[in-house]
């Protein structure tokens, strides 16, 4: 079985009010290009249709027409369509019977009562388990295993497995990803909770992955478990190559074969610099040199010491006013201070302490001028606190 994994299209998706439908249409103008020339028996497309769960008219009509073109450029291959957590999983399940004419299936909402609703069969092929996204809390114990184990009953032709999720596994790379928090060493990425690999279930032979931006095989998964990543980026850290992921499959058991094919962004993300960061004159002159004829995204990365000037983002305007590219914002870095100049206090030392001294050493570390008004202004502060214990 031949497939083509692709996720996380977010379509609609603006970039500092920059309109992007003409880089995204672009994208799926290759999608259709790639389908033509290879060929594959499935289309796997692993969550994150849009952007938003509320679409415009014309970011949906841009999808359906997508659809159909992609299926025109290979009319025997099946398209399996999953919701990620930034699609309504309702709205994919509306139009479930027309897109079955052209062997289009999307699957948006876990179907507990109706489990068979997630096995298709691809004649003569192998079997996909198409998982939407779902809190994980919705999901019952075993649903997963449960899956995999009516699919192994059914498999008697020894047909390839494979499974789609759209969900955060843990190990996994998440650069690219700024929404990540940490509670106890538990991440959070995207909204969605980290879970175990082990929690997917086993007897697949390649688990198509969506949600995560970075391409990728997750460690532990024996070079069956992947991320395809996104056709095209969607925050200017995202620095590394876009692609989608053409996987062959020749029996069940067998190892997948993964080769991935790079999707052109005609308006690039920039940083300017590439790495690291410069001051406020020297990231001028750099956006003063970029060529005029390069529609890219531009994002400046200025270390200050304190603040940048009022007139920063008007002069960065100012500067492309007669180039193609499109400056988006300043990503402002301030200077490590040297740690020698901190005072830290014991709990003891803290509690001795007056609250003014306390303030003046706070001030001192911050590099923050602390003038006698200031100090009456605390001293009062302080006072009225007192006042009202």
């Known amino acids: 079985m031949k497939l083509l994994h692709t996720s996380d299209w977010h379509l609609g998706h603006s970039l500092y009010n920059y309109d992007r439908s003409e880089e995204q249409s672009q994208m799926l103008e290759q999608m259709e290009r790639i389908v033509e020339s290879e060929k594959p028996d499935v289309f796997l497309l692993s969550g994150d249709v849009y952007h938003t769960t509320q679409p415009s008219s014309a970011t949906q009509t841009m999808f359906t027409n997508a659809m159909v073109r992609i299926h025109e450029a290979h009319p025997d291959m099946v398209i399996v369509v999953t919701a990620g957590n930034h699609d309504s999983g309702a709205k994919h399940d509306i139009f479930q019977t027309p897109w079955r004419a052209l062997k289009v299936f999307t699957v948006g909402t876990l179907e507990k009562e109706q489990p068979d609703n ?191 000037p009022v007139e920063a983002n008007a002069e960065a305007i100012k500067l492309t006013e007669d180039k193609a590219c499109k400056f988006c914002y300043i990503n402002t870095t301030k200077k490590a201070r040297q740690q020698s100049q901190h005072h830290t206090m014991t709990i003891s030392e803290f509690q001795a302490e007056s609250p003014i001294n306390i303030m003046r050493q706070y001030a001192n570390d911050m590099d923050v001028e602390l003038d006698e008004e200031l100090e009456k202004m605390f001293q009062e502060a302080c006072r009225e606190s007192e006042h009202t214990e």
């Not at 190892?255 to 991935?260: D, G, L």
Request: glycine letters at 10%; charged letters at 20%; proline letters at 5%.
């Open 118 to 308: 997630h096995i298709i069969h691809i004649e003569g092929k192998g079997y996909v388990v198409a998982i939407p996204y779902s809190y994980e809390r919705n999901i019952p114990d075993g649903f997963f295993q449960g899956l995999l184990d009516e699919v192994s009953r059914r498999n008697t032709g020894n047909l390839p497995v494979v499974m789609m999720a759209h969900t955060t596994i843990k190990g996994c790379d998440f650069t690219g990803h700024d929404q990540t928090s940490s509670i106890q060493g538990e991440y959070t990425i995207g909204g969605i909770d980290g879970i175990e690999l082990s929690q997917i279930g086993t007897g697949y032979d390649y688990l198509a992955l969506g949600h995560i931006h970075h391409a990728q095989f997750v460690h532990g998964g024996e070079h069956r478990v992947r991320y395809c990543g996104s056709p095209l980026a969607v925050s200017f850290d995202e620095t590394y190559e876009h692609s989608i992921s053409i996987v062959n499959i020749d029996a069940h058991g067998a190892s997948p074969e993964v080769k991935t094919i790079n999707i052109e962004n005609p308006h690039p993300l920039v940083s300017l610099p590439s790495s690291g960061t410069c001051d406020w004159k020297e990231a001028l002159e750099k956006l003063k040199d970029f060529p005029k004829d390069i529609a890219a995204y531009i994002r400046l990365n200025v270390e200050v010491d304190d603040f940048l």
